[in-house]
């Protein structure tokens, strides 16, 4: 082999949170997948069906335009529940890993896939790295964190703080329409794609299915929107909520970019147009217009947080594509057997959604 | 006063990365402000001259175009320095303020400016905080950064690892040029736009001028490009490349997005367009395209990485707005007195390269 | 009930390690208990022997002088391994939970048993807190501890370091002599006390067994000594050799204190005395004494490591004791049914040359 | 030189506490010494002269038994503090150093001082460690944790959480009687060696000028008391009271050991005796007697937290010793010129004091 994988020696640290900390434990084909939660409170009441509710909107085989993997994604929580309350201990999910193909995948260490982690995975962990089915750099643990988000959205709702995604773009099809929280749930999913408008989910629809038909694949936007978060949360510098934000749903597989508020469109707007006026509104500071997302200096402001999140098309597509042969160093025709989401859009709803609960609670435990 | 601005009991940890660790100290108008970095290696050599010139590209008063506050910004390295070489303890920057103008902050607690912190961060911290120059929210704050960006960048540049940034859009002028480090640092000075292009430089200047004679602000884009960047380096998940540089970019004040690569570009795109094959060229590695920006699964690939990043026109203009008298409930006009920049772009392009610097940096400390 | 036990609002971090972190997770009657490893490197090589070995001699049940309860401390790596070898990736160590007697642990909660956690776990995370067998705060927990133990101490032995812990006490039997790893590896096993000497040995088992015959319990001190650990590793202040080492073995459930090389004795010494010269020994510098026990500065200087450790005597006694009714506010005697250890000594040798290990290979690829 | 002092590449974290997090910059004749202290809430009064106070206690040349060091310790806050109140950012104490001799410590390279930093602290670091005066080792840092202590203990006061500390030992003079926090502040402070009854404080300082006279030196122990700390705070394994608490103490300088409660003594003490017997008492839960020092299970229980720490003899002494000289690989005599603590005890005492005020607060807040 001309490339060598050699390892690395140090491993830092991969926890999420400050005070709500998370861990990601498993890969897609070993026994089980899990999360670790460590900061709940004691004595909160979980309801497992929330959680077994969010992990259904995930889960793949749902519909035909998503993977043919077959999970039912039946969870258990192994420790830190104790007569359906929150002991105060760490939380500890696990999800069964069922629908294991044992296809060979060591073909893609000679072969990497295009814009696949087959190639830095072994550059980063070596040749040892367990990557049957992607291994830990799967869509799958999405899983454990869509479970822990549920939990962590449970106790926002309980404080009226609610969080709703959904699919604005998919291709060059934009829905420009900011909706609210009880516009998006009402609607996110009565369609496919997770898009609110109707006519605009049919349209969407279509593009995805007529990609598929061509073993292609096609990227979108996901909006997200967070009601009732209180103002005064967050920090300037390095834990500004926009910093927290960012960094955990650029962790997200598939994820190229986030803009909050008006965005990249800030930068053709001139000052006197972009800056938010504040008003008196129902006995409530608030500002006429929202360009801001909610956030000002790193901290909320009491209006609705908003941000849109870039989503690329699937890597994985049956089209004939060209990628290297790293023995022999030349070019090679790859044609991906299987069935892949031809968009990802949809499922990436629900995962953004969890992992901003968990994200806000962080927050809100860290300032309390 | 009919809004009360508490105190919060808990505030978390805002230490900045894993192995290099930085933290901010002083505000605005204190004595002085500085930065400490934890996790230098001993027994480097540091160039102090860099580390002015970067202070000096960053400072106020330069031209006629930024804030005419006068700091001479001369930095004292008290700690961690020992006959010009780092010990390996921990490492401290300071910088003195001088021109701190002894003029009343205290009005804008009762009236708020627009898009600005005197709201929300007496929200989070309450009527204690010092909010004199904006406090720690302050631009100001931007200076320590970037003199400890300039130690982090001469040793990455000891290993062939180069930064560079420029502004690629400002208001509605955009070049869409991608340009090599080595471009973009012939010419990123030689304009008070800090663009790359002298035409467009000249375009953008006439612009940002007409703005600053209205009293007005403009947006505009940075666009980051890093060459020598190791294959293999980040981390899935919590710690993916995205994710530590867009907290350390969403952590600066004024930015509103970033896109990796294609960005959000992406999301019109197909999987057969954007997917990156894999090609050898010069004995080595890469891809015949760079949509992914240089990442793929959280871990460099070896090709460059670019990024974008959206910056919102300056909250503070002269220019006439509205806002609140939280006294007296009502609207009031407001008439923002003094200079500041009618653009931040050029003066942003200099700190996320320092930031940058320091992420980068501390993710190769961390996987070393 | 007089007594309000509340919950706490915030639990904080309770991740252990710089670079090499872990967590625990389960409690004594939960399904399993596990920890979780993170920062080990990938392309290691583990012998699931040795950790089964550690195990079985911490198991209970294992003679007649500890617990009776029967666990085969069947071990599960359910991720991070693959092919025998370390990917690289979080490592998690699973034990099942099997002889979870249905007792009523209720009572304990009314009728706290003294010097037990019965009290004091409620006042901390409230009612909802799951004490089924102690729960989280068990001796059970240190199993998973001594698995993941065993990995480390593999590592380190690679590296020619090793630890070896004995009782050097037990009541007022105190052996005073100080034994290499070598004497001690030789011996410690080969009775139940898990000291080294055979005479000693043997009058410390009949004090364990005259205090077992009477309902009693006894402590003692455990010796542990590490040789070949590098020199020059460690830090000043808070992360000196002697910190890292005291927060973890403090950690442990019955420690009362730690000593470093001669300890207590020091306070009464002289520095003529107690001063360690240097010498030149085998072309390499040592110290003609060793009452640093190896460590100056926080850091070590390449002599072995030593100090000793104060067990005190278990608290689960089937003698009659006194203690509170919380509801009656009235003094009530209690008799503890069941078998204990009556010295918990002899495994807790096993768990701190577990946690130790953990500790120092933690500093290892924290300074590399 | 036969041994080479190399760089170690990865300088790891050395930030103390999860909420109120320390750390520590400057050396022993660096411009100045100081320290970060963020997670202070904001709106907290500070009470300066309580910090001056405490800095007196512990400063040098105080009187005849103490180096000669001449400082004034004269503190100052660069941020953190506005009108006199703290703002919740990071508050940062400086402390000017004066008397920094220039006399030559680069002989202590060739030929290091025995039980000194002067050879390990060479082998971490490698040969650019500023150890002038000792550097960033040297005792001289406790003085800004003592600054930063004497704020938590603000603080902790205004809970009625009082601590006091106090020299039990010195030598082979040992006071065996428990005083509590109210006895031990009114006499503490009344003799060179602060201990509390007047009759051993006599002897004890008898037998520091005897030692002083030989030019050698002399240890004890310190014994701490906390009253008023609240029930139910500490958790179990890594952050246990007593982990959290023996990790901060065993990072002073010059600390070897430390038990909680009875300690070693608990070696030979049977269950029977040990156990703490709960009892009521004017309405409250408490114990009979306070074995466990006043915390079981890693939690506190309200009754008084008590711990004592072996401290060595001061390493530098007059007398004639022996060591290495690293060149010529021969072992030399050496006399160490200058006026050194013959006891660090009564100086320990008000740093055990200091730190143990930010552990208190950091569990504190952690919990809240």
Same mark, same amino acid.
């Given at each position: 082999m001309v490339v060598k994988f050699m390892d690395k020696k140090t491993i830092p640290n991969d926890t999420f949170g400050r005070t709500l900390q998370i861990n990601l434990f498993g890969g897609s084909h070993t026994s089980e997948i899990g999360i670790e939660i460590r900061g709940l409170p004691s004595q909160l009441s979980i309801d497992k069906e929330r959680i077994q509710h969010e992990l259904n909107r995930r889960r @793949? +085989? !749902?519909?035909?335009?998503?993977? +043919?993997r077959k999970e #039912?994604?039946? *969870? !258990?929580?192994?420790?830190?529940?104790h007569l359906g309350k929150t002991t105060g201990e760490p939380l500890t999910i696990t999800i069964p890993n069922i629908d294991t193909k044992s296809k060979d995948y060591s073909q893609f260490k000679t072969i990497p896939r295009p814009s696949h982690v087959d190639y830095p995975a072994r550059l980063r962990y070596g040749d040892t790295i367990d990557l049957r089915g992607s291994g830990r750099f799967s869509g799958r643990m999405t899983a454990p964190l869509v479970a822990a988000g549920a939990i962590a959205r449970q106790i926002l709702h309980q404080q009226q703080i609610e969080i709703a995604a959904y699919a604005s773009q998919i291709g060059n099809i934009h829905d420009p329409t900011e909706y609210t929280v009880s516009s998006i749930r009402q609607n996110v999913d009565s369609n496919l794609i997770r898009t609110v408008d109707a006519e605009f989910a049919h349209q969407m629809e279509n593009l995805v299915k007529t990609v598929q038909k061509e073993k292609d694949s096609i990227g979108g936007v996901v909006s997200v929107r967070i009601e +009732? *978060? @209180? #103002?005064?949360?967050g920090d300037p510098w390095f834990h500004s909520l926009e910093s927290d934000i960012a960094a955990a749903i650029m962790s997200i597989p598939g994820v190229r970019g986030i803009e909050f508020g008006t965005g990249f469109a800030a %930068?053709?707007?001139?000052g006197s147009d972009h800056n938010d006026p504040f008003v008196w509104q129902n006995g409530k500071i608030t500002t006429k217009t929202n360009h801001c997302g909610g956030i000002i200096g790193g901290i909320s402001i009491g209006t609705p947080i908003t941000f849109q999140v870039a989503v690329k098309p699937t %890597?994985?597509? +049956?089209k004939i594509q060209h990628t290297l042969n790293?023995?022999? !160093?030349s070019e090679v025709p790859l044609e991906i057997i299987g069935r892949h989401d031809p968009c990802i859009v949809p499922r990436i709803v629900v995962v953004l959604e969890a992992i901003v609960g968990l994200v806000l609670l962080d927050v809100l435990y860290s300032h309390s």
């Open positions: @793949p +085989g !749902q519909n035909n335009i998503t993977t +043919g #039912a994604d039946l *969870f !258990q929580i192994t420790s830190g529940l +009732g *978060f @209180p #103002a005064g949360l %930068a053709s707007m001139r %890597a994985s597509i +049956g790293l023995e022999t !160093q």
